[in-house]
Protein backbone atom coordinates (compact mmCIF):
# COMPACT_ATOMS: atom_id res chain seq x y z
CA UNK A 1 0.00 0.00 0.00
CA UNK A 2 1.89 3.23 -1.42
CA UNK A 3 0.99 5.75 1.79
CA UNK A 4 0.09 9.31 0.52
CA UNK A 5 2.50 12.12 0.05
CA UNK A 6 1.02 14.50 2.96
CA UNK A 7 1.84 11.24 5.65
CA UNK A 8 5.26 11.19 4.52
CA UNK A 9 5.44 15.16 5.08
CA UNK A 10 3.82 15.56 7.92
CA UNK A 11 6.01 12.55 9.53
CA UNK A 12 9.78 14.03 8.68
CA UNK A 13 8.24 17.14 9.58
CA UNK A 14 7.67 15.73 13.26
CA UNK A 15 10.89 13.88 13.30
CA UNK A 16 12.83 16.76 12.89
CA UNK A 17 10.78 19.02 15.17
CA UNK A 18 11.52 16.02 17.19
CA UNK A 19 15.23 16.72 16.79
CA UNK A 20 15.54 19.66 17.04
CA UNK A 21 13.96 19.95 21.04
CA UNK A 22 16.35 16.86 22.08
CA UNK A 23 20.24 17.44 22.59
CA UNK A 24 21.63 15.70 20.13
CA UNK A 25 24.17 13.72 23.59
CA UNK A 26 21.00 11.87 23.31
CA UNK A 27 22.36 9.93 20.87
CA UNK A 28 26.34 9.77 21.14
CA UNK A 29 27.80 6.27 22.18
CA UNK A 30 28.70 5.51 25.83
CA UNK A 31 32.41 5.15 25.84
CA UNK A 32 34.20 2.37 24.92
CA UNK A 33 35.91 0.08 27.52
CA UNK A 34 39.68 0.42 27.44
CA UNK A 35 40.88 -1.96 25.17
CA UNK A 36 44.93 -1.92 26.47
CA UNK A 37 45.58 -0.41 23.99
CA UNK A 38 47.41 2.63 25.52
CA UNK A 39 48.41 2.61 29.51
CA UNK A 40 45.56 3.95 31.65
CA UNK A 41 45.95 7.51 31.67
CA UNK A 42 43.42 10.46 33.51
CA UNK A 43 41.81 12.50 30.74
CA UNK A 44 43.28 16.32 30.13
CA UNK A 45 41.39 18.89 28.97
CA UNK A 46 41.86 19.56 25.71
CA UNK A 47 40.84 21.79 22.57
CA UNK A 48 39.44 18.02 21.11
CA UNK A 49 35.98 18.12 22.18
CA UNK A 50 35.14 15.97 19.31
CA UNK A 51 36.66 12.76 21.87
CA UNK A 52 35.21 10.93 24.83
CA UNK A 53 39.25 10.91 26.42
CA UNK A 54 41.93 12.63 25.86
CA UNK A 55 45.43 12.83 27.64
CA UNK A 56 48.40 15.07 26.42
CA UNK A 57 51.66 15.68 27.49
CA UNK A 58 52.55 18.88 29.64
CA UNK A 59 54.82 20.30 27.27
CA UNK A 60 53.23 19.57 24.22
CA UNK A 61 49.67 20.66 25.82
CA UNK A 62 48.42 24.14 24.21
CA UNK A 63 51.57 24.05 21.83
CA UNK A 64 50.65 24.65 18.19
CA UNK A 65 51.57 21.46 16.46
CA UNK A 66 53.18 22.60 13.30
CA UNK A 67 55.65 24.63 16.01
CA UNK A 68 57.06 21.28 17.16
CA UNK A 69 56.06 18.86 13.59
CA UNK A 70 56.38 19.47 9.71
CA UNK A 71 54.85 16.06 8.97
CA UNK A 72 52.50 13.56 9.79
CA UNK A 73 52.82 9.47 9.46
CA UNK A 74 49.48 7.51 9.99
CA UNK A 75 51.03 4.29 10.40
CA UNK A 76 48.94 1.10 9.51
CA UNK A 77 45.57 0.72 11.60
CA UNK A 78 45.57 -2.18 14.31
CA UNK A 79 43.04 -4.13 14.30
CA UNK A 80 44.29 -6.94 16.79
CA UNK A 81 42.64 -5.54 19.72
CA UNK A 82 38.92 -6.11 18.09
CA UNK A 83 38.64 -9.50 17.63
CA UNK A 84 39.28 -9.69 21.63
CA UNK A 85 35.65 -7.87 22.11
CA UNK A 86 32.77 -10.20 23.54
CA UNK A 87 30.59 -9.42 20.14
CA UNK A 88 33.26 -11.04 18.41
CA UNK A 89 34.14 -14.23 20.16
CA UNK A 90 30.41 -15.29 20.25
CA UNK A 91 30.28 -15.18 16.06
CA UNK A 92 30.59 -17.96 14.49
CA UNK A 93 33.97 -19.44 12.96
CA UNK A 94 32.99 -18.77 9.52
CA UNK A 95 31.20 -15.58 10.31
CA UNK A 96 34.43 -14.41 11.96
CA UNK A 97 36.55 -14.97 8.90
CA UNK A 98 34.17 -12.94 7.00
CA UNK A 99 34.26 -9.82 9.34
CA UNK A 100 38.13 -10.12 9.86
CA UNK A 101 38.00 -9.49 5.74
CA UNK A 102 35.85 -6.91 6.49
CA UNK A 103 37.60 -5.29 9.02
CA UNK A 104 40.76 -5.04 7.00
CA UNK A 105 39.11 -3.42 4.63
CA UNK A 106 37.68 -1.00 6.60
CA UNK A 107 40.97 -0.22 8.48
CA UNK A 108 42.82 0.55 5.15
CA UNK A 109 39.92 3.26 4.35
CA UNK A 110 40.50 4.84 7.45
CA UNK A 111 44.36 4.99 7.26
CA UNK A 112 43.85 6.26 3.50
CA UNK A 113 41.12 8.97 4.78
CA UNK A 114 42.90 9.87 7.51
CA UNK A 115 46.14 10.71 5.37
CA UNK A 116 43.99 12.46 2.59
CA UNK A 117 41.85 14.77 4.97
CA UNK A 118 45.09 15.91 6.19
CA UNK A 119 47.11 16.65 3.48
CA UNK A 120 44.03 18.18 1.84
CA UNK A 121 42.85 20.29 4.92
CA UNK A 122 42.76 24.37 3.19
CA UNK A 123 45.48 26.31 4.56
CA UNK A 124 47.24 23.37 5.85
CA UNK A 125 50.95 23.00 5.95
CA UNK A 126 51.56 19.69 7.68
CA UNK A 127 52.52 17.01 4.82
CA UNK A 128 51.80 12.99 4.84
CA UNK A 129 55.68 10.78 5.76
CA UNK A 130 56.64 7.94 4.35
CA UNK A 131 57.72 6.66 8.19
CA UNK A 132 58.87 7.94 11.51
CA UNK A 133 61.57 10.17 11.47
CA UNK A 134 63.11 13.49 13.24
CA UNK A 135 59.94 16.75 12.53
CA UNK A 136 57.77 13.66 11.88
CA UNK A 137 54.29 13.02 14.35
CA UNK A 138 53.58 9.62 14.38
CA UNK A 139 49.71 8.77 14.77
CA UNK A 140 49.17 5.23 15.73
CA UNK A 141 45.32 4.06 15.50
CA UNK A 142 43.57 0.64 16.76
CA UNK A 143 40.15 -0.28 15.40
CA UNK A 144 38.84 -1.80 19.02
CA UNK A 145 35.41 -2.04 17.90
CA UNK A 146 33.48 -3.14 14.91
CA UNK A 147 29.44 -3.50 15.06
CA UNK A 148 27.94 -3.80 11.83
CA UNK A 149 24.57 -2.15 11.13
CA UNK A 150 21.85 -4.70 12.04
CA UNK A 151 20.95 -4.91 8.33
CA UNK A 152 18.72 -8.04 8.87
CA UNK A 153 16.85 -5.98 11.33
CA UNK A 154 16.57 -2.75 9.28
CA UNK A 155 15.32 -4.51 5.94
CA UNK A 156 12.82 -6.45 7.79
CA UNK A 157 10.76 -2.91 8.53
CA UNK A 158 11.47 -2.28 5.25
CA UNK A 159 9.76 -5.45 4.49
CA UNK A 160 6.55 -4.54 7.02
CA UNK A 161 5.71 -1.44 5.00
CA UNK A 162 7.65 0.94 7.67
CA UNK A 163 9.78 3.08 5.55
CA UNK A 164 8.63 6.72 6.77
CA UNK A 165 10.02 9.59 8.14
CA UNK A 166 11.18 8.91 11.45
CA UNK A 167 12.15 5.02 11.21
CA UNK A 168 15.52 6.25 11.39
CA UNK A 169 14.84 6.79 14.78
CA UNK A 170 12.64 3.36 15.30
CA UNK A 171 15.57 1.43 13.44
CA UNK A 172 17.66 2.59 15.85
CA UNK A 173 17.32 -0.73 17.62
CA UNK A 174 19.80 -2.09 14.89
CA UNK A 175 22.40 0.24 15.21
CA UNK A 176 26.12 -0.32 14.55
CA UNK A 177 28.52 0.99 16.20
CA UNK A 178 32.74 1.58 15.90
CA UNK A 179 35.64 2.63 18.50
CA UNK A 180 38.90 3.91 18.14
CA UNK A 181 42.34 4.25 20.73
CA UNK A 182 45.37 5.89 19.00
CA UNK A 183 48.28 7.49 20.11
CA UNK A 184 50.56 9.96 18.79
CA UNK A 185 54.64 9.83 19.15
CA UNK A 186 57.74 12.24 18.37
CA UNK A 187 58.71 10.38 15.03
CA UNK A 188 62.71 11.39 16.42
CA UNK A 189 61.84 9.85 19.77
CA UNK A 190 59.06 7.33 19.87
CA UNK A 191 58.10 9.04 23.19
CA UNK A 192 54.47 8.86 23.59
CA UNK A 193 53.21 12.39 23.81
CA UNK A 194 49.06 11.77 23.46
CA UNK A 195 46.50 9.21 23.90
CA UNK A 196 42.71 9.06 23.25
CA UNK A 197 39.71 6.84 22.78
CA UNK A 198 36.62 7.38 21.59
CA UNK A 199 33.49 5.36 20.37
CA UNK A 200 30.42 6.37 18.07
CA UNK A 201 26.83 4.68 16.65
CA UNK A 202 25.59 5.04 13.15
CA UNK A 203 24.22 8.61 12.65
CA UNK A 204 20.36 8.76 13.47
CA UNK A 205 18.41 9.98 10.23
CA UNK A 206 14.90 10.48 9.64
CA UNK A 207 15.19 8.25 7.11
CA UNK A 208 18.23 6.10 6.61
CA UNK A 209 18.41 3.79 3.50
CA UNK A 210 22.33 3.51 4.85
CA UNK A 211 21.02 1.18 7.47
CA UNK A 212 20.27 -1.28 5.19
CA UNK A 213 24.07 -2.01 4.54
CA UNK A 214 26.60 -3.44 7.35
CA UNK A 215 29.36 -1.01 7.77
CA UNK A 216 27.68 2.47 5.73
CA UNK A 217 27.28 3.91 9.40
CA UNK A 218 30.91 2.98 10.29
CA UNK A 219 32.09 4.38 7.49
CA UNK A 220 30.52 7.88 7.59
CA UNK A 221 32.09 7.96 11.26
CA UNK A 222 35.49 7.55 9.85
CA UNK A 223 35.17 10.30 7.47
CA UNK A 224 34.32 12.36 10.64
CA UNK A 225 36.62 11.50 12.32
CA UNK A 226 39.19 12.03 9.46
CA UNK A 227 38.19 15.43 9.10
CA UNK A 228 37.91 16.41 12.80
CA UNK A 229 41.87 15.20 13.36
CA UNK A 230 42.72 17.30 9.99
CA UNK A 231 41.09 20.06 11.61
CA UNK A 232 42.54 19.73 14.68
CA UNK A 233 46.42 19.20 13.34
CA UNK A 234 46.23 22.09 11.38
CA UNK A 235 44.53 24.96 13.66
CA UNK A 236 45.89 27.20 16.17
CA UNK A 237 45.81 26.07 19.99
CA UNK A 238 42.97 28.59 20.77
CA UNK A 239 40.74 26.82 18.11
CA UNK A 240 37.91 23.91 19.44
CA UNK A 241 37.34 20.79 17.74
CA UNK A 242 33.80 20.04 17.72
CA UNK A 243 32.38 16.80 17.43
CA UNK A 244 29.94 16.19 14.51
CA UNK A 245 26.31 15.59 15.42
CA UNK A 246 25.05 12.23 15.56
CA UNK A 247 22.29 13.03 13.76
CA UNK A 248 22.28 13.58 10.34
CA UNK A 249 19.82 14.96 7.71
CA UNK A 250 21.18 12.51 5.07
CA UNK A 251 19.06 9.46 4.17
CA UNK A 252 21.98 7.52 3.23
Given amino acids: MR?????????????????????????????????????????????????????????????PVQDCFSAVYIAPVSTSYLFEQSWWQQRTNARQAELAKDTEQIAQRMRERFQQDIANFPGGHLHIASGPAP?????????????????????????????????????????????????????????????????RAD????????????????EGNIVDWAEEFAELLNTPPSHIVKRHSPVTLKPW
Fill in 135 to 199: GVLVLELALVELVPSNAYWNAATTAAGLVVPGIGLLSAAGVGSIAIEGRARDGATHQIIATFRDR
Fill in 3 to 63: LPLHLFASSGIAVLTLVGLTSCQMFDAKPAADSGFNRPTDPVHTRAHFLQHAWVAKIYLNK
Fill in 203 to 218: KIAPVNFGSYSWYHGA
